[in-house]
Structures are given as C-alpha cells and as structure tokens.
Nanobody, 116 residues
Framework: QVQLVESGGGLVQAGGSLRLSCAAS????????MRWFRQAPGKQRELVAA???????NYADSVKGRFTISRDSAKNTLYLQMNSLKPEDTAVYYC??????????WGQGTQVTVSS
C-alpha cells in the first residue's frame, strides 16, 4: 500500500505562484510514475503532469511552460511548481502513483483557487 498526502494549495491572484507537495509513504520503492491531476467543478479529472523514476516528464498543453513537476526521492516527495497562474487553473489537485502499470493510489486532494 502507498499513502499520498498533498499540501500547498490555497488562494492566489492571477499571475501568482504556488508549489504543491505530495508526500508518499508505505511501499514506495515500486512507485513509477507519479502524476498530478486536477478536477474543476463540473469537469472531468484531467492529467496535468507526470514524471517517471528516471526523471522524464510530460505536461498537459494547458500548463506547458508554466508548471514544473519534480520529485525528491530522498524525501519521498512529489512537487508541482505552478507559475503564472490563471483563473482557469482553479481546481482540486490530486497526486497519483503508479505501480506496475496500474494507478491505484490517490491523495485526498488540495484546493487551488486563482482569483482574477
């Protein structure tokens, strides 16, 4: 089992920045990849960014150039640095962990609200 706990959400003005964290615990040695999703009210959950154990990353087109995903293996923590935030980035952000091709582990989510 893997436990994921997100933090770092909050209220920020448009153009501002936030850094989300996702602390992993449990059977973390097999985790690969780790991903950030978000879900806005009335919308489907969407993939924001992903990172493999080797450091390869990919991003949704809507956040490319503004968001950066990273991981600190020593701290068992995943990060999402979000810059130049827009009101349309408002959502609950979730951390997700993959193991052997499935993605069963989710955090509880952290709210990000961007005011215009």
């Amino acid at each position: 089992q893997v436990q994921l706990v997100e933090s770092g959400g909050g209220l920020v003005q448009a153009g501002g920045s936030l850094r989300l964290s996702c602390a992993a615990s449990g059977s973390i040695s097999s985790i690969n990849p780790m991903r950030w999703f978000r879900q806005a009210p009335g919308k489907q959950r969407e993939l924001v960014a992903a990172i493999t154990s080797g450091g390869s990353t990919n991003y949704a087109d809507s956040v490319k150039g503004r968001f950066t995903i990273s991981r600190d293996s020593a701290k068992n923590t995943l990060y999402l640095q979000m810059n130049s935030l827009k009101p349309e980035d408002t959502a609950v952000y979730y951390c997700n962990a993959g193991v052997k091709g499935s993605y069963p582990f989710w955090g509880q989510g952290t709210q990000v609200t961007v005011s215009s």
